[in-house]
């Protein structure tokens, strides 16, 4: 099994697997080494004669390996990228199975084949897995967890030589969330407008992102964590006044996981910060933080907020409740979290 960065800077420096399999429930890392097929193996005068993109619901693996024995005209490689490999018909029929693992362990030397196989994983217990497993460049692409995003984050912007400061890395963690392509997106526009120094700070974030600098999901987690009730409340306003970007549903998910590494906190027996950073998973320099909202939390608090947070959940998306708009399920929200 490859690693996303590995296959990556292979990718980068020329070094191609004949067959690549990418499959799993995190769309962008399968996209994102696609693209990166697609953009580095042939220049651009070659790929109307060498390269194919072909489509699951439309492709046989017939056709697929009919290709891939072919020759590349005038180059050196043929590229091969089967976007919505999982809508292929074939996966379960033994005839097809047979066809792919006959070709994956002769493949053709000159040609480059690629299958994004999306939202699911093929069984490795079968023979067919484990010939993918053994014989392609296989990355399992899993969703990521929140706690891993600032990290997944710094590792991304360090791949480009840039920098970001651990605020200006939390302040996109916990406005984006788990996104990955939409964090990818705006590090882009980010890297696109940072100066010489290659250092991306909070301030930079607010400017290009979108975020305000007050009024953010950070800046209420804050405000509830050290019980400032009038700051909460201005924030919520400010909310309501812009929900395109605001969305009450990032809001829910970002104080939920808030409170739940609230859990972690009460929970853990070691009161390092070292260590609760990474119970928590987020940088040494914010944990107190986290432990002051703690001592202002109880386990018992903690616990009923989440319930809170669940029920605000359901009313917004009108289940079981009377209908109440927005402002108004986080308006009484902010107030049950902090009473």
Known sequence: MAEFAQVIKDIHHRKF?????????????IDNILANLDSKVLEESQKSFN??????????????????????????????IVKEAQEMKGWLKEADQQLLIQYLENPTPSTVLAFGYKYKTLDKRTKLGKSIGKLTMEVLSKKLYDNKVPSWIQGYVQAVEATMTDGACMLLSESIGNNLQRLANEIDKLLLNVGADKAIDEALVHKYVGISKEYNTFELQKAIGTRNLEKAMRIVRYFAENPKNNPLILTLFSLYAYFSKLVLVHGSQNNDQNHLAKVIGVNPFFVGEYIGAARNYNMQRVLRNL???????LQSKG????????????TELIFKLMH
């Open 17 to 29: 697997a004949p067959v690549y399999f990418l499959q799993g429930d995190e769309p962008f890392f």
């Open 319 to 330: 289940i079981g409740f009377t209908n109440m708009k927005e402002k108004e399920v986080l």
């Open 307 to 313: 319930e809170h947070l669940h029920k605000a959940d």
């Open 51 to 80: 390269q194919y993109v072909l489509y699951g619901k439309e492709t046989s693996f017939e056709q697929v390996i009919s290709t891939a024995r072919k020759f590349p005209m005038m180059g050196e490689l043929q590229v091969i």
